[in-house]
Every structure is written in structure tokens, then in C-alpha cells.
């Protein structure tokens, strides 16, 4: 910091002095009783039911008016958060053999839990090991009586839950709490934490500090702290083609919120992206690659190096040339024509005389593996055509071509007469919107978020963000990952026609699309 060169030699004793105090004082409570540390307080704790009491009802929600089972209920807020120095392994809980698959236990005095929510996790991977409704192997969040048992949650420093609990009872006058052992460590209510002590050598800091900006003026705050959430450097963003106006709108946006960032895509399909992830990773010889890879569906190849992150439910969407006029397809019938055995589209009922020209993408694309699993339940035929208009041996009869991303399929079917694709929605809808081509629901069902959601629209797949091995707490790639969980995160990826998982609404959804992984 060029300030501190600057100052005299007494003025340099006098500011270490300062940053010792103040720290050492403020640290004191982290470092010295225990490095690893699960810290809780209650956010809200309200009675939204007051009908049990005398006199008008005032608090009463008009979601409580058909339930009169919930006299007395109340909503409590809690924030669990590991705001210790260390990370929290599952073996770092410490548990009797009879309940070793729990962590923790939030105890709500004189109250009976109905019901609880896992919201806001600092990162979505988070909430495979939050389910609501577990598994023998993993039971999730159970209740019983005043009492929920938590699992043994990983968390890594600065990880955070909340648990939105509702409540009946009358024991609004005891507040909650949570209990649990760690090993090197321990659990506390961060509400009620206070050291005079730490008063006492904060005020001491703070004096310190005003004697140092009186010598040299305000030139310390020339040298800004880097915004909360942000951190600085480079990120490369490879992958899912399909992905990428996500990738590029957050991207942008991080950039405008974080000053010292910069933020570089380069989709080049799923496989591949995943492909150039180990590349740099092996390159860097046991360093942190700042490389995201997006994908359609998991990918890898199992290969354990890869840390999978859920992000997103993403909906496509299969696509005609306007010359076409169908705007509806069985199944049966867009199967029969991937295989060959359609080859104008005049042998479908309604269809006009014109040959069939099969717009795919190529073997390292999620998205054509999405449409392989998915919707035809097979593989494409092989590559007939370079492009993809005729064919490029006299004997073959279909015509198929394989394209790199989807723009280049959207514009070629937009340009083929008798062309028909598939490619992530919003963007397939944007290019609907020139006229050049038209999307086709699939027996009768319309692609839409809301049709993926309530499980009745086939054509859609979990999008995972991969990183090479874990990425450090503080690291660009960590704290990429937490904005895009967050509410400009969210809201880009709902934006562009997915279901951002980190959203409360959707965890669901996304649970059982991902079949608990």
C-alpha cells in the first residue's frame, strides 16, 4: 500500500500498532478456543396467528384463514453459517452411534415444528444435503416435537443456510436454539456473543486509527476494499453453447458489480468444455484453475477431479423451417424421422412436399445428448451431408448435417427449406421471433418453464457448472457460483428460460429432476 510508504518511521510503529490491537483483539474469539466454528442466529421469530388471544385478530394471514389447526402459529428465520476460520467436514460432527447421521439439532422451546424450508443457501450443492424428504441413507431434515435434526452438513468458510420454520405454541417468549459438536471447535448463538474485552481493545484500535488519518489525511481510502461477494481476477467460462447467453448476461453483470474481475466465455458444447476443464486443470500442476464449465446434463465421465454444481433446470425446444407449417409432433412421428425412415414431409399427415433436412449438432454437444436420451431414447443416424441441404453419397437417402452450437442450427434452419432442429428455448423463441422459423410442441404439449416444472414436457435437463476440484472459499470461481444463486443470478437465468435452482420455489423440482445427486 504506496500510503504506508509515505508515513515517518514513528507514524509506521504507531499503524502497526493499530492493525495489531485491533485484530488481535477482534480474533481472538476465532483463533484461540476453537479454528472451526458453526455460528447461528434467529432472523425472525414472529406470531403470524394471534386468534388464541383475546380481543380482534390482527396478525392473522390470509394463508392461515383455512387452516384453524395453526392457532398460534409463528414464523422463525434461522441462519446457520459456518463463520469460522476452517471448513466443516461431515466427519467433523460429532455424534452418538445410534444418530450418526446427525449434525445438529434446533430446538424451538414450548413450540411444536409443522413444516420447514431450506432457503437461501450460499451455494446450491448445498441442498443435496439438505433434502426435505430424504433417504434412509441420507433422512434430511426431520421434525419431531420442538425439535429439528439436521444432517451433517459440509460447510466450507463463509457457507450459509436459513431454515424457514413454521410453528404453533405459545412459547414465543423463549427464543430458539441450536446444538451440536464439532470436533476443534464449536457451535454458538452469534446474537448473544459479546467480550467486553473486545469492546474495550476495539475502542483502543479505533483511537489508534483516527491518530494515523490525522498524519496523513484521508489516503488510505484511496486503496478500497473490494465489494462484498466480489473478488478479483480472471474467469474463463467454456461449455454449453446452449448456456452461454446466460453466462455471458451474468458475466457482465458481475463485472459492473465487481470492478477487479473479468469474465471471459468461450461455449464451445458441452463435452468439449468439460474436456478443456481437465486440460488447464492438469496444467496447473495442483493449483485452482479459474476455468467454470457449463453443461447439459452431467458430463465427465465420472472422472473425480470434477466438482458438479447444479445451477439450472434448462428447457429446450425442437424447431421447423416456416416452410413446414406443423406446429405439432407425436413422438413417434420425430423419432421415425431422426431414424430415416421419413424423408418428405409429406408423409405425415398435413405435411407439405418437401424433402426432410436433419439439423444436428455434433457428438460433443449436451444438447444433442439431451435430445438423444430424452426424446428419441436413441442414437441419431450418422452425418449424411457437409451442408445440410443435399446429400453427400448418392446412396444415402436421408439428410443430416452436424453443426457447433445452436446458433449455427437456429440460422440453418431458419435458411433450409424442410429443416428441423432443436436448441435451448430462449433462444429458440428469439429467432422465432424473425419469422424465418417456428417451434413444434411435442404430442400436443408446448415447451415452457412451467411445463418442465409440473413434469409433463419432455425435452429439458439438469445444466451443471463444473470446476476443477473444489474451488477455494474465496476464489473468483467460488464467488462467481454464489452470484449466480443469488437474486441477480436467479433472475438472469429465469430470464432467459431456466429454472434457477437456488430459487426456494424450484428446489423441488430440481431435486427430482436430479434424482437425489
Not at 382 to 408: I, M
Not at 486 to 513: F, M, S, V, W, Y
Amino acid at each position: 500500500m504506496k500510503w504506508l510508504e509515505q508515513l515517518t518511521a514513528p507514524e509506521n510503529l504507531l499503524a502497526l500498532l493499530g492493525v495489531v490491537v485491533t485484530v488481535g483483539g477482534l480474533s481472538y474469539e476465532r483463533l484461540i478456543p476453537g479454528r472451526k466454528r458453526i455460528g447461528y442466529r434467529v432472523q425472525m421469530d414472529t406470531l403470524i396467528d394471534d386468534s388464541t388471544q383475546d380481543g380482534p385478530i390482527h396478525q392473522r394471514l390470509r394463508m392461515l384463514e383455512n387452516t384453524p389447526d395453526l392457532a398460534g402459529a409463528s414464523l422463525v428465520l434461522l441462519r446457520i453459517e459456518n463463520d469460522g476460520f476452517r471448513s466443516i467436514d461431515a466427519d467433523d460432527y460429532i455424534t452418538a452411534p445410534a444418530t450418526n447421521h446427525r449434525g445438529l439439532t434446533a430446538t424451538f422451546p414450548n413450540r411444536t415444528v409443522r413444516d420447514v424450508a431450506v432457503t437461501e443457501p450460499s451455494h446450491p450443492d448445498l441442498l443435496r444435503h439438505l433434502p426435505q424428504r430424504g433417504t434412509p441413507e441420507n433422512p434430511g431434515l426431520v421434525c419431531a416435537g420442538n425439535e429439528i435434526s439436521l444432517p451433517r452438513v459440509p460447510l466450507n468458510k463463509g457457507d450459509h443456510f436459513k431454515l424457514l420454520v413454521l410453528l404453533t405454541g405459545a412459547g414465543t417468549d423463549k427464543p430458539p436454539h441450536v446444538g451440536g459438536r464439532i470436533k476443534e471447535g464449536r457451535i454458538r448463538n452469534n446474537e448473544k456473543f459479546r467480550r467486553p474485552s473486545n469492546r474495550m481493545l476495539g475502542l483502543i484500535g479505533s483511537l489508534l486509527a483516527m491518530l494515523m488519518l490525522q498524519s496523513f489525511g484521508m489516503r488510505v481510502w484511496r486503496d478500497d476494499p473490494l465489494p462484498r461477494g466480489c473478488a478479483e481476477g480472471n474467469l474463463t467460462i467454456v461449455g454449453s453453447t446452449a448456456f452461454k447467453p446466460v453466462a455471458q448476461d451474468a458475466g457482465t453483470a458481475y463485472q459492473g458489480d465487481c470492478r477487479d474481475a473479468h469474465v471471459t466465455v468461450e461455449a464451445q458444447g458441452s463435452g468439449r468444455g468439460t474436456k478443456t476443464l481437465i486440460d488447464v486443470g492438469e496444467a496447473a500442476k495442483g493449483g485452482f484453475p479459474s476455468y467454470l464449465a457449463f453443461s447439459d446434463g452431467p458430463e465427465g465421465d465420472g472422472d473425480p477431479r470434477l466438482k458438479e454444481h447444479l445451477v439450472a433446470l434448462s428447457v429446450f425446444s425442437v424447431v421447423v423451417n416456416k416452410d413446414v407449417r406443423m406446429t405439432d409432433l407425436s413422438l413417434d412421428d420425430l423419432r421415425r424421422l431422426y431414424s430415416g425412415r421419413i424423408t418428405n414431409w409429406n408423409q405425415l399427415p398435413g405435411g407439405p412436399d418437401l424433402p426432410v433436412r436433419l439439423v444436428s449438432r455434433d457428438a460433443k454437444s449436451g444438447t444433442r445428448g439431451v435430445f438423444e436420451s430424452r426424446v428419441l431414447e436413441r442414437n441419431e443416424i450418422s452425418r449424411t451431408s457437409d451442408n445440410c441441404k443435399t446429400p453427400k453419397f448418392t446412396g444415402d437417402t436421408a439428410v443430416r448435417c452436424e453443426l457447433d452450437s445452436t446458433a449455427e442450427v437456429l440460422k440453418t434452419v431458419a435458411n433450409t427449406p424442410g429443416a428441423i432442429g432443436y436448441a435451448e428455448l430462449h433462444s429458440a423463441e428469439e429467432s422465432a421471433q424473425k419469422g424465418a422459423l417456428h417451434l413444434v410442441a411435442l404430442d400436443n404439449r408446448k415447451p415452457s418453464i412451467d411445463a418442465v416444472r409440473e413434469r409433463i414436457y419432455p425435452f429439458w435437463e439438469p445444466e451443471y457448472a463444473y470446476t476443477y476440484t473444489a474451488p477455494p472459499a474465496n476464489s473468483l470461481t467460488s464467488k462467481f457460483l454464489d452470484y449466480l444463486a443469488g437474486d441477480t443470478g436467479r433472475n438472469l437465468i429465469e430470464k432467459h428460460g431456466h429454472l434457477p435452482c437456488a430459487a426456494a420455489e424450484n428446489q423441488r423440482a430440481c431435486q427430482l429432476a436430479t434424482g437425489g445427486r
